[in-house]
């Protein structure tokens, strides 16, 4: 599986994927709103886009289908219960389902709602497990609720699914935030040094060049797997006083996603 990431540089941040297969040069577009730089990369490549898949409905990861359809043929991918709100779509995709790439490369499809609720992340397995999870997670932080979304499900996501993955699972974002992000699991745990020594860094990162975090590394950095941290809990309670002595990780998951949202 060769993967290709790719920055739109965008006022959203997006990042695109190329996902292929090294032995046909067939490759899968993940949310490929910037069509003319995946399909400039495709052709550098000398890869043949043959499928479009939508992490989820939003108009910023849907919204180069229909050119990248025109110019290729590709079948457009996405959640079954997105049938109604992304045109054109060819295959709707239950938890469970496998997309082939070529000959070599095969991507579990995983239910992921929350952020809204008919998303689905790519998982990889093999020597080199990886996750491509749209606006679920993102690196050191989580998708918001705001459009379509429910933080509870986002929750469930997150601790019944993607904390359960290998840990030296890559992680591919829809969205280049990490330098935002962990400002914010610093503003709420301020002796988490992993976040500190990572930032400066992140702050002058070239999203050309992103890094790819690890599954592992999430567990250190993002606050969102950090729930049963103390000094989270304790900072929490400054904003909510009646936070109880033994918060349950829901709680600690919808407290820290509504200060985010105001943050
Ligand atoms: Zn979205």
Redesign the pocket.
């Known amino acids: 599986m060769i993967v290709e990431q790719i920055w739109t540089a965008n006022a959203y941040r997006n990042f695109n994927y190329l996902v292929a297969c090294a032995q046909t040069g067939e490759a899968l577009a993940i949310d490929p709103l910037d069509h003319e730089k995946c399909l400039a990369t495709a052709k550098a490549k000398g890869w043949t886009i043959r499928q479009i898949l939508n992490t989820?409905e939003?108009r910023?990861?849907t919204g180069g289908n229909q050119q990248m359809v025109a110019t290729t043929g590709a079948q457009v991918l996405a959640h079954a219960n997105a049938k109604d709100k992304i045109p054109g779509m060819d295959r709707g995709l239950s938890a469970g389902d496998v997309i082939k790439i070529g000959k070599t490369v095969e991507l579990e499809c995983l239910d992921t709602p929350g952020?809204?609720m008919c998303h689905i992340c790519l998982r990889a397995h093999g020597d080199q497990p990886a996750l491509f999870c749209?606006?679920t997670l993102f690196n050191a932080g989580a998708?918001n609720c705001h459009?379509g979304g429910h933080p509870n499900e986002l929750y469930q996501t997150f601790a019944t699914q993607l904390a359960k993955l290998p840990g030296e699972t890559l992680i591919y974002p829809?969205h280049d935030y990490i330098a935002r992000n962990l400002a914010f699991t610093l503003d709420r745990e301020p002796d988490n040094a992993k976040a500190k020594a990572m930032l400066p860094a992140m702050k002058k990162q070239d999203a050309g060049q992103a890094l790819v975090t690890t599954l592992n590394l999430e567990k250190e950095i993002n606050t969102f797997f950090r729930l049963t941290s103390p000094s989270v809990i304790t900072r929490l309670r400054e904003a909510f006083p009646d936070l109880p002595d033994h918060p349950s990780p829901m709680t600690v998951f919808l407290k820290l996603r509504e200060l985010r949202n105001k943050w």
């Open positions: 989820h939003h910023d990861h952020h809204t749209g606006d998708g459009n829809g």
